[in-house]
């Protein structure tokens, strides 16, 4: 080896050809060797032997070289755009964009900098700046597939469809065969409800790569999301062939065969969902296993794990004002369900009934627009109507921040067209889990779960990442000036006998289970002339179930499927049924307080999540508690001994009557005061500087302005 200054030179020189040739053993070598020593070691030998370390897989390594080049006066662009790819590869984003900053500082723009620059915000979900860095790359290199593909990455997540779409099909323009992009403009079309478009989006990214495991996944949301679960599962049960590993897949799978009560193997496919959840394999989302036996430790299990892989806590923010010691409270709930929907079909009137001089209402609303009845009526409750549809969760987040929201109240959980990413960013220094999804979020930025002592015991928290709050009677909000139309016909009229006892239970099919149906079908065997009247969902369900009935030897004529209906209509429908049969794992949730409302009795069973305990809770607040049972033998009891006993039965009835009038569960002023109280003592621990601790509320009292039906 050569010494002196000229030495270097010579030696870096032949280290060179020995990399370009190839020979990176003996470029190595002689690096290491002029590294070892000492003196002003040139920054291109580190740079060198960094992208040795890369290209064996030593990451590390190769960062950590990187570094040391930066620290050299002589130090390129290079160094420091390969040093941020690290970093970004590393998962630190922040660090990669100082270090593109620097490189950009020597060098001037240049294209690949500017690319990466608008990557590493996009992971930071900084998708403005992203489009901004990404808009001047593209000044320099327009016709880069990547790019647009990147930039259509981002307009989805700010919910600007079209202009997503746009770009996709930009980067099809340039490079038909991105399978990415193919899939992406799926997506895309989707949210557009462009589903015909969509699958053929889908079938060009699977032509140009059969079986690719994300375009798949994508196509099967789709088909589910638009009730096609037969071609759905075709498309999971392929995927679960070609990757039995796939995350969620499994997941996804169980909740389309539930939606088609396809029950074969039911028992052992839920067991084998549940041990790899155990395990921490990213088996399910959070609503496919709400309709299962899953115990609430799987529940928290699967919530935490989904959680941390789609939806972690972003940046912390900083900054929130101290709590105000007087002044109104501001609550902001966010929904996609601000029209005729069934969240706002319970909460419609709860809203009217805040106490305007205490609290400042602020409706955050995403989702389609959907210009209704119900719309105009939650209009006129808020103090504060602000459509978000089309901004980014980050942005929706920072203008909740800029409002001065106290409490973010998230209505929708995991439920469809839920947007989780907003309470990542932290929308207010108090974020609560309240109604859209019945069980824990499993993060640590949603400080509370509204909830009832029926619904989560003391000694249940525990499979909680929230604060449990407890209100008294229920936690449900109802409309106690639900209309009920005048008029309901006949039996006959809705396909029923006109004689017979009507067993009816109107739960989404996918609720329902064999080890229920059994049930159900026994009761059927045991009064002559009953009849088991159902929600139709889809046909395949349909057929299934009469299949069902047929092997448990019961005529299916003797299962009559009621079609959708208008509320009220569907509400009056309620007087020609005699009994409403909860389902077991998932509970009446909404159609229990109808079924409620409308006069019908209801028959539950309370199982061990806070969904298999919500019917408990309602008929628990409208006092009713005879009718909830503990186990299967008890249920099914209960239920043959009401329908062989028409005084007994009529007694529920006409306790029920009265008691609408002045149970807790149909008082919405008095609920709204106990849903304030709740409030308050959340905003007096943040007052006092306080962390999030259990809340159990105490009744604020039967209220004076409830009205009489």
Known sequence: MASGTHGVQHDLAIATQYFRAGQTGMAEAVLKSLVARGGSTPARAFELLAYIAGNRGDLPACEGLLLQATGRPDCSPETWFYLGRSQL???????????????????????????????????????????RRWAAAARLQPNAPELHFNMGCSLDALHRFEQALASYEQALRLDARMVAAWSNRGVTLSQLARTAEALQSYDRALALQPGDVEVL????????????????????????????????????????????????????????????????????????????????????????GFMGDKHPARVAVSGFAEAKDEGRIRIGYFSADFHEHATSQLMARMFECH???????????FGKQVHDGMRERLVAAFDHFIEVSDLGDAEIAALARSRGIDIAVDLKGFTQD??????????????????????????????????????????EAVHYSEKVVRLPHSYQPNDNTKRIAPQAGDRPSQGLPAQGFVFASFNNNYKITPDMFDVWMRLLGAVDGSVLWLLEGNATARNRLDDEARRRGIDPARIVWAARAPLDVHLARHAHADLFLDTLYCNAHTTCSDALWAGLPVLTLAGASFASRVAASLLQAVGLPELITRDLPGYEALALALARSPDRLAELRGRLAANRATSPLFDTPRFTLNLEAAYDAMQARRRQGLAPEHLRIADAGTSPTMPHH
């Open 355 to 365: 106490d305007r001089t205490r609290f400042e209402l602020f409706a955050f609303a």
């Open 89 to 131: 590869e590393r998962g630190d984003a922040r660090a990669a964009m100082a270090s593109f900053e620097r490189a950009i500082a020597q060098a001037g723009d240049f294209f690949e900098a500017l690319h990466e620059l608008g990557v590493a915000h996009s992971r930071l979900g900084e998708h403005e700046a992203a489009l």
């Open 418 to 459: 839920s947007r989780v990413d907003i309470f990542a960013h932290r929308a207010a220094p108090i974020q609560v889990n309240f109604l859209g999804f019945p069980g824990t979020m499993g993060c640590d930025y949603m400080d509370y779960i509204v909830a009832d002592g029926t619904l989560i015991l003391d000694d």
């Open 217 to 304: 996944m994508n196509k099967a949301a789709t088909l589910s999301g638009t009730r096609r679960y037969e071609e759905a599962l075709a498309c999971l049960d392929e995927l679960k062939r070609i990757a039995p590993d796939a995350e969620y897949v499994h997941g996804m799978a169980l909740h389309a065969r539930m939606h088609l009560c396809d029950w074969q193997g039911l028992e052992s496919r839920w067991q084998e969902l549940f041990e790899r959840v155990r395990r921490g394999e990213k088996a399910s989302t959070p609503f496919a296993l709400a309709a299962t036996p899953a115990d609430p430790g799987v529940l928290l299990a699967c919530a935490r």
